[in-house]
């Protein structure tokens, strides 16, 4: 039997058995939705669902927006035949039984999708200023799903490298740059295999692309190593400065120490020693 789907990576989206999209008006009732979603087949306390999304709200208010919601909630169901919600009076839950979530299914190890065909971007991109309480659950809930795929796509990176399909591997490793883009240790992976596989020229313009990307961001040079990574693909050995200064740094001997810039995201690379 073809269930619901609801996908909440690269954006929030909810389609019918048949795979038409079915629309969810309101940004709330979307984010409202998707919070259920990603605690289904749990009983949710209606104080806690009315503090997090209401809680500039008294607490009568907030008590009164959250019946709303539910009821908003009941009708789009019964208008797309999708028993899912369940109430009573004190607490709320979303069953799975007919509902496939994408992010539910990346977190189940048990899954036969691929993190490729999942992760399709952050969670609930667009999805934010619904109030305090929610956003901070939402940016640390954003980084976990981040990690997990990061995590799923250098597992297949590491699968696609064993077998020589380099050119999986390749992908998997720009998939994993787009998440964490300050990672140079996974850079210099993705410049040295496109390299093998004779993608000399792509593996420098990915060396410059992020040598300005960083320079832009955090004021900052590449590691000596990745400059070294770059300096050994290069065809003339004598090209190496005028490269590198073409880019705004003068020759890897004055890159600059990362100590005296803002630290780069968790999960980036160390500054050189």
Known sequence: MRRHRLTVFGGFR????????????GRKLRAFLAYLALHADRR??????????????????ARQNLRKTLARLRRLFRTTALDA?????????????????????????????DVTALYAGDLLPETGGIGDAFDTWLVAERSAFAELAL??????????????????AIAGLDRALAIEPYREDLLRRSMQLSTRVGRARAALKKYRDFAL???????????????????????????????????????????????TFPAAPAGSVSPPD
Request: aromatic share 6%; no cysteine.
């Open 85 to 113: 919600l369940e109430t009573d009076g004190e607490y709320v839950r979303l069953s799975t039984r007919d509902l496939a979530v994408d992010a539910l299914e990346l977190r189940d190890p048990n899954s036969a999708m």
């Open 14 to 25: 909810l389609f019918g058995p048949d795979g038409g999209e079915i629309a969810v008006p």
């Open 44 to 61: 949710l306390s209606r104080e806690h669902l009315a503090t997090l999304f209401w809680d500039d709200k008294p607490d009568r208010q």
């Open 213 to 259: 990307l960083i320079r832009d961001e955090l004021d900052v040079a590449p590691e000596n190593s990745t400059v070294e990574a770059y300096h050994a693909i290069l065809p003339q050995p004598a090209k190496s400065l005028a490269e590198t200064a073409s880019i705004g740094w003068n020759s890897p001997a004055e890159t600059r120490s990362r100590e």
């Open 151 to 168: 995590a799923a796509h250098l597992v297949l990176v590491e699968h696609h490298e064993a077998k020589g399909d380099f050119e999986d």
